[in-house]
């Protein structure tokens, strides 16, 4: 093994409800990817950021284990983890120190190279791992996930491996994974209910006549709504049928944003990250609905698509190329 295979980058990420670690070769080969859910207690809707925190303490020190097995046939050249949500300004979540932390701890006992990143641009650059994207210049990025239902626009800075992220539509109000997972509790399944509302609705063969109302203007939705009104059917439709009809919101919700910011800036590519884009109902008939406007949908694999720390790593792999090689 040459001594450039030997040498590998690590990936931290430490978000609302996952803690995860990454490890990939300087040629972008994933040789560790591993994540731990946080505990949520059943008939609740969710975590406090204090109680996130602590889990994720005791979660880095049980991975930390995975991490010494490469000591013996790797060299960790550099650490890379998300400090904070989004590459903005006043952008903070506490449960993002603890990652933070420890990734400074590792690199300085192992003398390595020290780098931050944020969560949204994690996602990103997993999701585009193994895509056919054709311009990776300039693109939208979906972000659906427990917490977040951004349209972000793409463009990368000149000479730069960064991107200049503009949001450019999504949710005024709850997000998707908050309408799911909130009708999936009052199902009665455990928190977080996506997987269990993907599979009804995979499942159900009854006909949609009449959807739920959405309310989309200029890229931007509003989805509280949806949930009013699944509130209102949930004690008299069968349970798969729900979950359909929630599923379906979210593709014409999306259907719609998406036709009217990709007219509006020019662009017919969009890749999706975040829990909610590991759905397979989601995945197919969204993908069908924008192919018939030439707009291509990418979608990963679920492993890269819902939170991850291997976007960190690449991000790693990309700063450590710059600084050590500048063949980026």
């Known amino acids: 093994m040459s001594l450039k295979k030997n040498n590998i980058i690590i990936g931290i990420d430490t978000s609302c409800y996952t803690t995860s670690i990454a490890a990939i070769t300087l040629e972008k080969s994933i040789i560790l990817n591993e994540k731990i859910m946080l505990n949520v207690k059943e008939n609740t809707k969710g975590l406090r950021q204090s109680e996130g925190v602590f889990q994720h303490i005791n979660n880095l020190g049980e991975l930390s284990e995975k991490l010494n097995l490469l000591h013996n ?3 960790i050249v550099g650490v890379c983890v998300s400090k904070k949500p989004r590459p903005v300004e006043n952008s903070y979540m506490p449960v ?5 932390n420890f990734a400074k701890v590792m690199a300085n006992s192992l003398n390595c190279k020290f780098y931050e990143t944020t969560h949204q641009e994690n996602h990103i650059e997993a999701s585009l791992l193994n895509s056919k994207m054709i311009n990776r210049d300039r693109f939208l990025s979906v972000h659906m996930s427990g917490g977040t239902t951004e349209i972000l626009l793409l463009n990368r800075k000149k000479n730069s491996l960064e991107y200049n992220i503009e949001i450019v539509g999504g949710s005024k109000d709850i997000s998707f994974g908050q309408f799911i997972d909130r009708t999936g509790v ?3 399944y455990n928190f977080p209910a996506g997987k269990y509302i993907d599979k009804n609705a995979i499942d159900c063969d009854i006909k949609i ?5 959405t309310s989309v203007k200029e890229g931007y939705m509003n989805l509280s709504g949806l949930e009013n009104q699944v509130n209102k059917l949930i004690d008299s439709e069968d349970s798969k049928y729900i979950s359909k009809l929630v599923l379906d919101a979210v593709v014409r919700n999306m259907y719609k944003s998406l036709t009217y910011i990709c007219d509006l800036y020019n662009v017919n590519e969009v890749i999706f990250c975040g829990g909610v884009a590991a759905s397979k109902y989601l995945r197919n008939n969204l993908s069908t609905k924008l192919r018939k406007d030439k707009i291509y949908s990418h979608f990963t694999n679920p492993e890269y698509s819902t939170d991850n720390a291997c976007g960190c790593a690449i991000i790693g792999v990309d700063k450590y190329e710059t600084e050590s090689f500048g063949n980026k």
């Open 73 to 75: 046939n790797y060299n």
């Open 209 to 213: 006549l009449k959807g739920l109302k």
């Open 96 to 100: 993002f120190t603890v990652g933070y």
């Open 186 to 188: 009052k199902l009665g």
